[in-house]
Nanobody, 115 residues
């Protein structure tokens, strides 16, 4: 089982920036995919961005050009740089790890963007 610990959420004004980090621990094999999803109350959890251990990225259309995902395989850490934040980006952001059919989730970190 992989354990994920997120950090970096908080409150920011519209147009501002935040950087999320997620450190994975446990038995970690490659290839794998790590990434970020977000969820608002009453809604489903949606993909924000993912990155494979080989470097392939995938972004939701709503964040393309504003968010950048990166990872440090040596540290088993994935990052999400969020720029030009909008109030609609407000959500709980969850770190995710996938290898084959096994999914692991972090506890979530709140991101609030004020207008």
């Amino acid at each position: 089982q992989v354990q994920l610990v997120e950090s970096g959420g908080g409150l920011v004004q519209a147009g501002g920036s935040l950087r999320l980090s997620c450190a994975a621990s446990g038995i970690i094999f490659r290839p794998n995919t790590m990434g970020w999803y977000r969820q608002t109350p009453g809604a489903q959890r949606d993909l924000v961005a993912t990155m494979t251990s080989g470097g392939t990225t995938n972004y939701a259309d709503s964040v393309k050009g504003r968010f950048t995902i990166s990872r440090d395989n040596a540290k088993n850490t994935v990052y999400l740089q969020m720029n030009s934040l909008k109030p609609e980006d407000t959500a709980v952001y969850y770190c995710h790890h996938n290898r084959w059919s096994t999914d692991s989730w972090g506890q979530g970190t709140q991101v609030t963007v004020s207008s």
